[in-house]
């Protein structure tokens, strides 16, 4: 059954419930057929007499193949329905559309048309070709076996070549996406399986959300003792654990005789700090086994009078006090939001923090910076297109796909620094890990761009502020930096602007990763924090 069919079917459906008969029903529709259709663009104020030249107008004037989206997202009659309402609705441009990984329209609400008697709600899907199963036929020269191309029919065949490219990174693309999804629909059936409860929505997916037992693993790398000592010594992070003093002991007149609650206190350094600053009493939460050395360390410190330990995932332990007047945490991760602890100061503060209670920090900023460390590219990811006389190219996307975690020399920033996201802990929600932003970076040097280094600012608002910076500029931490590699170097010119986006989200199978992609110029390139 074709398209339209489906929409005719529909159609005499409501024409019954009014009484008119199929008859008239086909009448009209044959009538309508008859008529000539005003089309108006998708994402602009154009209008078009018919859907060939609306949909060739889509292609030239906003880069958007229709028939290679159909067939990215394998569009059915009631999904393409949706898309349609989706755009017409959210009022989203071609370009946001061309960049989604997922189906954002997707929903029933989108099967309520926005505009009345849409013409686009009519179009039949098998009428938007492939430009594969719609070539020309071009002449040939049956004398010499050859084929004969006009200008036109050259400068045709280049755009199909460039379109058929874009097809096929769209797909690889695809692909990735879609091996994800079913790895998580697996894990799904698995869990209904065997009875486990899974009932959270995909945008709801936070630490809460996550069995204790399946979120161990993450917990246990914080057992071992090396990185904590990692984060507590000079050379691993001196700015880190002075940041965190210094903000409650220079404010310790706003902390004197409070209630402090430390989530993910690790040895307890956070805590005793806070003791120190005049705070009554301190309940320290952790699920990893370094807690039992801390009841150690706040014993030998003879603080057990003010601090009081409990080991156990926040969500799921009871902490006998109802209100805090005050939150402190070091829930950073690389590239700040990786690991998720994030989601736990969200649930401590929504279920913990006094009305005008504190939050430390309460704000943090995520950066990019633009890097042309040739030497880099070349032992990291050129290195794989001449292994001892043999091609390795297909390793280059495996390096590329996992971010590094390292210190960047600031010698080889060729960019400005430009802020894509800012995060209020007081607001902030666990979607904030989802966003899409764009981005340009001001080249301040000629050569080459080989990678887009993330860091992160952490601020402290308080009377006396406090705020210190992971990015290369600064004293270096025990975060580094989070490099971004590209496959390819881009040429770039000192006062040129790049533009770019940048995509991050929750990780599909882990809800503690994230999948972040990155759109630079001609290229598209997803990267995995797992």
């Known amino acids: 059954m074709t398209d339209q069919a489906v929409f005719k079917m529909q159609e005499n459906h409501v024409g019954q419930m009014n009484g008119v008969s199929e008859s008239e029903s086909d009448d009209e529709w044959e009538e309508m057929n008859d008529e000539e259709q005003i089309i108006e663009c998708l994402f602009c104020k154009n209008v078009y007499n018919g859907f060939l030249d609306a949909l060739k107008h889509l292609e030239s004037s906003h880069n958007f193949n229709f028939s290679t989206f159909k067939n990215r997202?394998?569009?059915?009659?009631?999904?393409?329905?949706?898309?349609?309402?989706?755009?017409?609705?959210?009022?989203?441009?071609?370009?946001?559309?061309?960049?989604?990984?997922?189906?954002?329209?997707?929903?029933?609400?989108?099967?309520?048309?926005?505009?009345q008697d849409d013409p686009w709600l009519m179009l039949d899907l098998d009428d938007i070709e492939d430009p594969i199963t719609n070539s020309h036929v071009y002449p040939t020269n049956s004398e010499h076996e050859s084929v004969t191309l006009s200008e036109i029919h050259f400068a045709e065949l280049q755009r199909t070549i460039q379109s058929l490219k874009a097809q096929l990174e769209q797909r690889d693309l695809a692909c990735l996406i879609a091996k994800q999804q079913i790895?998580?629909?697996?894990?799904?059936?698995?869990?209904?399986?065997?009875?486990?409860?899974?009932?959270?929505?995909?945008?709801?997916?936070?630490?809460?959300?996550?069995?204790?037992?399946?979120?161990?693993?993450?917990?246990?790398?914080?057992?071992?003792?090396?990185?904590?000592?990692?984060?507590?010594?000079?050379?691993?992070?001196?700015?880190?654990?002075?940041?965190?003093?210094?903000?409650?002991?220079?404010?310790?007149?706003?902390?004197?005789?409070?209630?402090?609650?430390?989530?993910?206190?690790?040895?307890?350094?956070?805590?005793?700090?806070?003791?120190?600053?005049?705070?009554?009493?301190?309940?320290?939460?952790?699920?990893?086994?370094?807690?039992?050395?801390?009841?150690?360390?706040?014993?030998?410190?003879?603080?057990?009078?003010?601090?009081?330990?409990?080991?156990?995932?926040?969500?799921?332990?009871?902490?006998?006090?109802?209100?805090?007047?005050?939150?402190?945490?070091?829930?950073?991760?690389?590239?700040?939001?990786?690991?998720?602890?994030?989601?736990?100061?969200?649930?401590?503060?929504?279920?913990?923090?006094?009305?005008?209670?504190?939050?430390?920090?309460?704000?943090?900023?995520i950066s990019l910076v633009g890097s042309g460390d040739t030497k880099r590219y070349i032992d990291l990811v050129d290195y794989w297109s001449n292994v001892y006389g043999f091609k390795m190219s297909c390793m280059k996307a495996e390096v590329v796909r996992e971010p590094s975690i390292e210190f960047v020399n600031a010698q080889d920033l060729v960019t400005n620094v430009a802020e894509i996201q800012s995060f209020d802990l007081y607001k902030v929600t666990t979607d904030c890990c989802n966003f899409s932003v764009p981005f340009s970076l001001t080249v301040k040097r000629s050569g080459s761009l080989t990678a887009i280094i993330g860091y992160f600012d952490v601020f402290f608002d308080l009377e006396n502020p406090v705020h210190f910076s992971t990015g290369p500029h600064a004293t270096p931490t025990h975060w580094k930096q989070t490099v971004f590699s590209l496959s390819e170097p881009i040429s770039i010119t000192e006062g040129e602007v790049v533009i770019g986006k940048l995509i991050c989200q929750r990780h599909v199978k882990d809800v503690r990763g994230l999948i972040v992609t990155i759109k630079i110029k001609d290229l598209n390139q997803v990267y995995y924090l797992d």
């Open 73 to 115: 997202y394998a569009l059915d009659v009631y999904s393409y329905i949706k898309l349609i309402n989706f755009i017409r609705k959210k009022n989203i441009t071609a370009e946001e559309l061309n960049g989604l990984n997922v189906k954002l329209w997707d929903n029933d609400e989108y099967l309520s048309p926005v505009i």
């Open 183 to 365: 790895e998580e629909m697996t894990k799904k059936v698995q869990k209904l399986v065997f009875d486990e409860d899974d009932s959270s929505k995909p945008k709801d997916r936070c630490v809460k959300k996550v069995s204790s037992n399946s979120d161990q693993g993450y917990f246990n790398t914080y057992s071992h003792f090396a990185i904590h000592h990692e984060m507590l010594t000079v050379i691993g992070d001196k700015v880190r654990t002075e940041s965190y003093r210094d903000a409650l002991f220079t404010n310790s007149h706003i902390f004197n005789n409070c209630i402090m609650l430390d989530v993910g206190c690790g040895t307890g350094i956070l805590s005793m700090f806070a003791a120190k600053s005049g705070c009554k009493k301190v309940i320290s939460v952790d699920q990893s086994d370094i807690i039992y050395h801390a009841m150690d360390i706040v014993r030998e410190n003879n603080l057990t009078n003010i601090i009081t330990l409990k080991k156990g995932r926040l969500e799921d332990i009871d902490l006998d006090i109802n209100k805090f007047d005050a939150i402190i945490s070091e829930w950073m991760g690389y590239f700040l939001l990786f690991e998720g602890m994030l989601d736990s100061v969200i649930y401590a503060r929504d279920h913990y923090l006094a009305p005008g209670g504190k939050l430390l920090p309460n704000r943090c900023t």
